[in-house]
């Protein structure tokens, strides 16, 4: 990105920033990064960081959930029943889950939260999925120095 703008800037006083050269050659110059990264094999940790949650749907008779966290990717499942926050629609999980995974190939990501219930079996509250794939070859995001912080 610093790049681009220093390149930008010097094509000013020439008088060719509007052809978009710039645009141009950054293109090339990825396409030419994704082939190379697309080559090789590396492998990956994959770190998750889980915060907090918001406004969870209560899925128990009058009382709100008791959630927990499962995430899987790949072959590895880390689930957090055990650890389930009794009675909390707005739980602070403040922990972070480690993934070791092979890039190109990587599996997606898959976050579930569901409602602990002893008596008639969990919850699901909610889910997401995520292409670590995706964030992994975007230029976009790997320009990023501070990646932002998701919310789902």
Not at 39 to 65: A, C, H, P, T
Request: hydrophobic share 40%; charged share 30%.
């Amino acid at each position: 990105m610093e790049g681009r703008m220093a390149m930008r800037q010097s094509m000013e006083p020439l008088g060719v920033n509007h052809l978009n050269v710039v645009n141009r050659l950054a293109d090339i110059e990825s396409d030419v990064i994704l082939k190379r990264m697309l080559l090789k094999s590396q492998k990956m940790i994959v770190r998750v960081y889980m915060i907090e949650g918001f406004d969870l749907s209560s899925r128990d008779i009058g009382g709100y959930s008791d959630p927990y966290l499962k995430l899987k990717c790949g072959n590895k499942v880390f689930n957090e029943r055990n650890n389930y926050i009794l009675d909390e629609p707005a739980p602070k999980f403040h922990k972070h889950y480690d993934f070791e995974s092979l890039f190109p190939g990587c599996p997606m990501l898959f976050i579930d939260c569901f409602d602990f219930d002893d008596l008639f079996g969990d919850d699901l509250i909610g889910a997401t999925t995520i292409d670590l794939e995706d964030r992994y070859f975007l230029p976009e995001w790997r320009a990023l120095n501070n990646k932002p912080i998701e919310f789902r």
